[in-house]
């Protein structure tokens, strides 16, 4: 359930509430505006009397919430969350774009690529320490070594960077290095790694599932949110469905049922749902249309030669191409960017 509170309630008798939710045992989560207050519960209402909290001083109303996710439900926190990572923010006022290489292959491919996006107006670096691929016999990542290299490439270019996890052990080695880690379409649902990154501190940006409802992606960002950690940016990486001109399905319309649902920043992966980077244009421009908060492109030196992911990556001259033709999609969305 939310709690209501009156325009203007007093911190008194928004603290007596509060204090009689967390004295039955449940978790408060309090979101305050510029006049009203809402309360939202968390925990087996049961333990508490609808009928005690409305006598309560200057409680407008209840609202029951019959969703199974609570802390990122936009009911419990009507205005748009803007979460940093780094030294820049994913939200509602900007276009965030991430990129880099599917995979880190060596120090100084990281660092080529690091620096070309920083100049087309990339904020965030992604790349791969960590593959978790379909065959075995595929490249799996430099792992910590990886991390290391996007360190370098930190502190050589001011980016904020970006890697997905798949372990405990590597959100650990992550922790150390990188400013924001990744769960994959792959481990969206494996709850236990979602729980380690909600106790790591660090921002999370979670992937749907391959074949993932949207309830069931906004349930594993609970899996985070609960564990204390509010810092999570969801990622739409097109699911599976029966068509096979492109590697995925974008799910487009995600965009703004989640932003009607959820107050957690959303962003676009073009490339990977699409497979293919004549594709990741179009899709790019279309997804910001849809009110996407960011874009995460595939961006490789040698895309012929990529240890993973070539067919889908742009050039570092495609992608500077391509955000150029962004800015006059950012203007009429009303989007901040370089």
Not at 29 to 53: F, M, P, W
Request: proline residues 5%.
């Amino acid at each position: 359930m939310i709690i209501i509170m009156k325009p203007q309630a007093a911190d008194t008798s928004i603290n007596a509430v509060s204090n009689y939710i967390t004295g039955s045992g449940l978790d408060v989560h309090l979101s305050k505006g510029t006049e009203v207050t809402i309360i939202g519960v968390v925990g087996n209402k049961s333990l508490i009397s609808a009928d005690v909290i409305s006598s309560m001083k200057d409680v407008e109303r209840i609202v029951p919430v019959t969703e199974s996710y609570k802390l990122s439900n936009r009911k419990f926190h009507p205005d748009p969350t803007s979460i940093t990572v780094g030294n820049t923010q994913i939200g509602p006022e900007n276009l965030t774009i991430m990129a880099g290489p599917c995979a880190v292959e060596s120090e100084e491919q990281l660092l080529e690529i690091a620096h070309a996006v920083k100049a087309s107006g990339a904020t965030i670096l992604r790349g791969g320490a960590y593959k978790p691929r379909t065959s075995p016999y595929s490249f799996q990542g430099l792992e910590e070594e990886g991390l290391r290299y996007m360190q370098t490439a930190k502190a050589e270019t001011g980016l904020s960077t970006v890697c997905e996890v798949v372990s405990l052990e590597a959100i650990n080695a992550a922790a150390k290095y990188v400013d924001m880690i990744q769960i994959g379409a792959r481990n969206m649902q494996n709850f236990m790694l979602l729980k380690e990154a909600g106790r790591s501190g660090l921002p999370v940006l979670l992937k749907r599932g391959l074949c993932a409802t949207i309830d069931e992606w906004l349930n594993a960002a609970e899996y985070i949110m609960a564990e204390g950690n509010p810092n999570v940016v969801l990622c739409e990486r097109g699911i599976r469905t029966y068509e096979t001109s492109t590697r995925n399905t974008l799910d487009l319309s995600a965009v703004p049922v989640l932003k009607e649902k959820t107050h957690l920043p959303i962003i676009v992966d073009p490339s990977h749902s699409t497979g293919h980077y004549k594709y990741v244009p179009s899709m790019a421009k279309a997804a910001i249309a849809a009110g996407a908060d960011g874009l995460m492109i595939e961006v490789h030196n040698d895309p012929a030669h990529a240890l993973s992911d070539g067919p889908q990556s742009l050039t570092c001259e495609k992608f500077d191409r391509l955000t150029g033709e962004l800015k006059p999609f950012c203007e009429i969305v009303n989007r901040s960017f370089k």
